[in-house]
């Protein structure tokens, strides 16, 4: 299993980033995927998540109508779209999911939001 987040960088508050997970040696369309992030000093939170079909998706409530998280099942990767960023978003984005009982993640990346 791999997971490779990308996409992180560092942008101005209001700014927005697209963050990519490509994901290989698993069947990627059946899995429900999940974004989390984790601040310095910080437990790891949910950021969103969307099922296997990409029919169902759910968000924390401080990312509803700011952050998108979707999928391409033919290009193994999911995706999340960062609106109207914020400094308290500031956090390493890693992907991941949950398998037979598992939880697998990627190595993360860095989003930065500060002026």
């Known amino acids: 299993v791999q997971l490779v987040e990308s996409g992180g960088g560092l942008v101005q508050p209001g700014g927005s980033l697209r963050l990519s997970c490509a994901a290989s040696?698993?069947?990627?369309?059946?899995?429900?995927m999940s974004w989390y992030r984790q601040a310095p000093g910080k437990e790891r939170d949910l950021v969103a998540r969307?099922?296997?079909?990409?029919?169902?998706?759910n968000y924390a409530d401080s990312m509803k109508g700011r952050f998108t998280i979707s999928r391409d099942n033919a290009k193994n990767t999911v995706y999340l779209q960062m609106n109207s960023l914020k400094p308290e978003d500031t956090a390493v984005y890693y992907c991941?999911?949950?398998?037979?009982?598992?939880?697998?993640w990627g190595k993360g990346t860095l989003v930065t939001v500060s002026s």
């Open positions: 969307i099922t296997s079909a990409g029919d169902s998706t």
């Open positions: 991941g999911f949950v398998r037979w009982g598992i939880n697998y």
């Open positions: 040696g698993f069947t990627f369309s059946s899995y429900t």
